[in-house]
T-cell receptor, first 118, second 117 residues
């Protein structure tokens, strides 16, 4: 199916375990993003990637690791899960476009992964 | 610093009423983009509109309309003749243009809209 998918959709894990959330997009977009959504905080950027093998920290990167060996995949790993990482995680992708002198993009989101850390 | 404020945390209306969701932003950039996203109860985030800072024309798409006013730094969203299916959380967001590798979106905290039959 075309678009952006995330797996798993739901995950329950225990404190201290390693967890990997997967994100796959079929648009060949250059940019990919990971956000977490928590009540009272809205959406916060964890990491983003401008292209394969290029990643950078967002607003809340601590405790997370990302990689991007292929353009279409952008997995997010919680190396040692903590209860504070219980959240809904969204992956997004976008492609840079140029209109006159302006560069911009629109981010399109996956369906989200609801992660619970016990 | 960039900031997006959605002062209305929750709004409740009766079906067929018109409703306006407010969005006020702060930025020092002269060029920037504004966005609205919808998050229905099913949880996905759906892109609705993108506007650049040079285009202050109002936008209408069916029952949805957007009013962008640079003078008041506002980008308000109006739903005309609301329907139950419009019930969702709506997010306003801001990003810079010509931002190189920094593609960050600055998000408001969202407005939860409940449309009651």
């Amino acid at each position: 199916d075309a678009g952006i998918t995330q797996s798993p959709r739901y995950k329950i894990t225990e404190t201290g375990r390693q967890v990997t959330l997967m994100c796959h997009q079929t648009w060949s977009h250059s940019y990919m993003f990971w956000y977490r959504q928590d009540l009272g905080h809205g959406l916060r950027l964890i990491y983003y990637s401008a292209a394969a093998d290029i990643t950078d920290k967002g607003e809340v990167p601590d405790g997370y690791v990302v990689s991007r060996s292929k353009t279409e995949n952008f997995p997010l790993t919680l190396e040692s899960a903590t209860r504070s990482q219980t959240s809904v995680y969204f992956c997004a992708s976008s492609e840079l476009t140029t209109n006159a002198l302006l560069e911009t993009d629109t981010q399109y989101f996956g369906p989200g992964t609801r992660l619970t850390v016990l | 610093a960039q900031k997006v404020t959605q002062a209305q945390t929750e709004i409740s209306v009766v079906e067929k009423e018109d409703v306006t969701l407010d969005c006020v932003y702060e930025t020092r950039d002269t060029t920037y983009y504004l966005f609205w996203y919808k998050q229905p109860p099913s949880g996905e985030l759906v892109f609705l509109i993108r506007r650049n800072s040079f285009d202050e024309q109002n936008e209408i798409s069916g029952r949805y309309s957007w009013n962008f006013q640079k003078s008041t730094s506002s980008f308000n969203f109006t739903i005309t003749a609301s329907q139950v299916v419009d019930s969702a959380v709506y997010f306003c967001a801001l990003s810079g243009a010509n931002a190189g590798n920094n593609r960050k979106l600055i998000w408001g905290l969202g407005t939860s809209l409940a449309v009651n039959p």
